[in-house]
């Protein structure tokens, strides 16, 4: 069972940049999906990005495209969202989630992942 560990939150001003990265103690990390999910106060929990277990396949929501990249090393089983041109509304809990996907389309909704990191709090200021 794998246990995804958020790291990489902070205050950042507007305009400012991020990285955040998801790292799990499992060998088979590689043969999971990696997906990044915020929740804002007050708002329900929303998709970001998500990554396939190779790596090839990407998919992010619209608000981030252009601003966001996910990666990941499966030799360091730790995938990463790098946030630049972050904006005040980028401001959330952001959480990694993982699930158990070599083949198949790339999960893209909370329903789709069992395994869940504790968050990390990005905070951009005007």
């Known amino acids: 069972q794998v246990q995804p560990v958020e790291s990489g939150g902070g205050l950042v001003q507007a305009g400012g940049s991020l990285r955040l990265s998801c790292a799990a103690s499992?060998?088979?990390?590689?043969?999971?999906?990696v997906g990044w999910f915020r929740q804002a106060p007050g708002k329900e929990r929303e998709f970001v990005a998500a990554?396939?277990?190779?790596?090839?396949?990407?998919f992010y929501t619209d608000s981030v495209k252009g601003r966001f990249t996910i990666s990941r090393d499966n030799t360091k089983n730790t995938v990463y969202l790098q946030m630049n041109s972050l904006k005040p509304e980028d401001t959330a809990v952001y959480y990694c989630?993982?699930?158990?996907?070599?083949?198949?389309?790339?999960?893209?909704?909370?329903?789709?992942?069992?395994?869940w990191g504790q968050g990390t709090q990005v905070t951009v200021s005007s």
């Open positions: 989630a993982a699930e158990i996907r070599s083949i198949g389309p790339l999960p893209l909704t909370s329903y789709e992942y069992n395994y």
């Open positions: 499992v060998r088979t990390f590689s043969n999971y999906a």
């Open positions: 990554i396939s277990w190779s790596g090839g396949s990407t």
